[in-house]
């Protein structure tokens, strides 16, 4: 078992910058992947950005170049910079960590935080 606990959602205007946390319960490393998935309602959760555990990353093309994902794995957290936000960029973000338990990949996720982009 993974827990998976979120900070830092909150209001923001446009062009503003928020930074997401996820704390995890045990070593990040354990992780095949961690990841920022976002949904809004009535669309189907998106991949935002995701930190291999070998610190590959991939992104959405939507968030390219406006945000980072790092990691800080003494501390067992991965981090979402957002700058330059879009009243699109508006949804729960959700912490994952894909493991592989009982030979099958598991993934777990974190409660969401809701960020919203508005002036």
């Known amino acids: 078992q993974v827990q998976l606990v979120e900070s830092g959602g909150g209001l923001v205007q446009p062009g503003g910058s928020l930074r997401l946390s996820c704390a995890a319960s045990?070593?990040?490393?354990?992780?095949?992947?961690m990841g920022w998935y976002r949904q809004t309602p009535g669309k189907q959760r998106e991949l935002v950005a995701s930190?291999?555990?070998?610190?590959?990353?991939i992104y959405a093309e939507s968030v390219k170049g406006r945000f980072v994902i790092s990691r800080d794995v003494a501390k067992n957290t991965v981090n979402l910079q957002m700058n330059s936000l879009k009243p699109d960029d508006t949804a729960v973000y959700s912490c994952?960590?894909?493991?592989?338990?009982?030979?099958?990949?598991?993934?777990?996720w974190g409660q969401g935080t809701q960020v919203t982009v508005s002036s």
């Open positions: 930190i291999t555990s070998g610190g590959s990353t």
């Open positions: 994952n960590f894909r493991t592989i338990y009982n030979g099958r990949p598991t993934d777990y």
């Open positions: 045990r070593s990040i490393l354990s992780s095949i992947v």
